[in-house]
């Protein structure tokens, strides 16, 4: 499976280190939709890589212009990874209504904005599934486009395929940027 991820990227780092594409900032984590550094990290990844972008552009909605300077990040330059999870990684599918009914899941209790209710039902999850790489789910932005939130214990399932800076004048920037009324 194909994933995408934007991050801040340090160019001279290994992949699994800070800045890297396959680094878990689960030092940094605790008020995202599924953490519990506690007990995993994660990256919050996405299947379209014009989604990443817009989860990542998503706080800058609404303010009418595209500026470069929304393409950084802690002093570095915003990038997408395509990053390949292995075939044989299963997820927790929270978009199939088997998978809901099975684990007692309403469709408002996934997409829900209330981070108590999504951190306790990834926790559960994360518990009662111990081979799962990790949850998919739709993006809050736009259904059609699925999220996955990677466990921690998938990052020897994951490889990195590439990584590009991003700029303004990038089609999926430029997409992600129109969905979200920037221009």
Do not use: K, N
């Not at 990684?89 to 007692?104: F, I, N």
């Amino acid at each position: 499976m194909i994933l995408w991820r934007v991050l801040p990227w340090d160019p001279s780092a290994r992949p699994e280190a800070p800045g890297g594409a396959l680094w878990f900032p689960r030092a940094f984590q605790g008020t995202g939709r599924h953490d519990d550094p506690a007990r995993y990290g994660c990256l919050y990844v996405t299947e379209e890589p014009v989604a990443a972008i817009a989860e990542a552009l998503a706080p800058f909605r609404g303010t009418g212009d595209l500026a470069p300077e929304l393409l950084v990040r802690l002093g570095r330059p915003l990038a997408v990874a395509e990053l390949a999870l292995g075939d044989d990684s299963a997820l927790v599918d929270l978009d199939d209504p088997g998978t809901l009914v099975a684990e007692a899941l309403r469709p408002s209790q996934v997409a829900t904005s209330r981070r108590s209710v999504t951190q306790a039902y990834a926790a559960r999850l994360f518990g009662a599934h111990p081979d799962a790489a990790g949850l998919r789910w739709w993006s809050t932005f736009e259904a059609a486009w699925p999220c996955v939130t990677l466990f921690d214990r998938a990052a020897g399932a994951l490889a990195l395929r590439s990584v590009r800076r991003l700029a303004t004048a990038d089609a999926d920037v430029r997409a992600a940027a129109a969905f979200l009324g920037l221009a």
